[in-house]
DNA sequence: TATGAATGAGTCTTCATTCAT
DNA sequence: AATGAATGAAGACTCATTCAT
């Protein structure tokens, strides 16, 4: 199965770029990691480029089939946003450092090379499916009126996929419960309620 | 005043590595950006390395005073959440650039550079100003008890330094209001109450 | 005079292009021929490919020059056709290495990019000028008017440009003799005239 | 019969090669011309170096079995001319690769490897039939006796073998016309005699 | 006979750094 | 203080070649 070779190495290539960041990262680092010579994974791949390209767009893809599921289902939004949350968290669970290096290069990536523009297209998808849903619970009076729409999306968009940096599968909680304790934060505070 | 002349290099070398990453920039695109030619920097540094060195205790020390000042303050737990939270605010309005690069680069460079040990000190120092904090709130009930106080601890933090990525001084919101909304959503979550 | 050093490094990365062909000369070649390590030739020139690009220019607006002036002249066809060899041969002289690797590689480089198309551009212009003045010889019963033109063209061309192979400036004979010698063979023949 | 598969193999490295030279020919290119793997090929040869051998090799030993038969006809000095010159087309149209490689790549590949010394001496057989020819005939009035011998044989040398660069199979004329036409003008000149 | 995967040497290029002026 | 020119180490990538299957 000559996909199977090419996904194992896409799999190391993305653990050493997300510990290392993509510019720190020599191709060098990833055939050691991987067992061969540099060269030898040129074979596989056309640069080091195709290999970030490759990993993130296959993160995004599976991302995007949870989001639309998601977006599809008819919830309201208060179920989309724990919705959404919960998906977000399992795409960590599951793509930990293909998020990781998202979150650090996608900008840098999308300025430098017209090849990355999806990674901007992404960035506005999201920014459509998180904003609407909030601006949905706020006229229907799921969520706080008083609040600048624009910054509790900032402040949803960066809590979660933060996590990516420090989140490692296989930890005590697993991705859901993460989820849930998150979301109990986001919605309802820190504080005590009265 | 020579000093003079190296503050404007710094804040300038701070503008492109925030904007580009340490690794990405150049000493000749800094160099560039100061109007004058790479070699020239070496009469006034040492090395890139000495640049993001400088520009970080910088702010760090700034920081911590700011920090000191709210945590010998004697306040209440959610006082001095309160008083962290926009003195951190007040931090990217001034050293955005510092605190850009310190999010996208402090565990990269501590890991490099014995030089860089300060950065995984600050890092625990953090942890113990904010963990401690919230210790006390749970303590006291002005924080809720259900919660995984490290995980509180994570999306605090991440809550606000991830600010230093998209926040632009001279917006809209000055770093008072904006500390004002998130501090809102984090005491008190994005869900309307009953 | 920065210009100096330029000109300096061109000729000498014009004359190992020359001798041993543009693909086959290691950038390292021409930093050993000049002095200087490999790297060091990136403060003065982008890459090799400018190296060549430079060198093939210089050489063919002087060309230009030159063929202009004749052709400008108002001269009938056989004096045209004088006119143009000698001022070949003149410009073998001045830029054999140029002239050699015109002729080895114009083909192949306008072929892979478009940065070379003038090379394309100069080969029309070339046809134009010598194929014009051969049918005004026809026209005028300067030149025989049994032959195909079109062999007859490329029989000048290649053979006024291959000199360039064998030339080498400072030998007995100077271009202006040459020239001559090449005129009465192309215009007259080897036979003996009955 | 392998040495078919050998045959097809070599003329279809002696199109690729001609067409981008030796050296900016890789195995790969090759290989997918002949619809296999670069891998495939060193079955069927020892290597890259291996392939222009047996293809220049083969070229000169048929092009030397027609010289001879010319040289040892016993013909005068313009017949020999003609008898030559006719030879050189016939082997463009059956071998125009081979010989334009010949062309581009016969000094460079000398001048490397021991391997293709025969490349110089073919060099200096070549000169020895046409120089010897030519001397003959301005020794018994044929040619002239006012031109330099030696640059007359680089004229007639080079104005035949460069044909090869432009020379397609199967064209308007074969290779007997176009040998009759630069017979014409290399021996009587493109000027319209008195 | 041919494939797929790998090797290893070498190429162009980049870049932090140095230093005489 | 700054320039211009260079160094040297490293990095991405290419390619002829090998070899087990």
Redesign the pocket.
Known sequence: M?EE?RGELLATAAEVFAAQGYNA????QI?DAA??????L???F????SMVDEILTAFLDELWAGYDAVLEAGLGPRETIEALVTESFREIDRHRAAVAIYQKEARHLADRHPRFGYLADARLRFAGAWLGTLERGVADGTFRADLDIRLAYRFLRDTVWVAASWYRPGARHGPEEIARQYLSMVLDGIALRD
């Open positions: 000559p070779r990262t020599t191709v060098r055939a067992g061969m010579l540099a060269g030898s040129y074979y596989h056309d640069s080091k480029e």
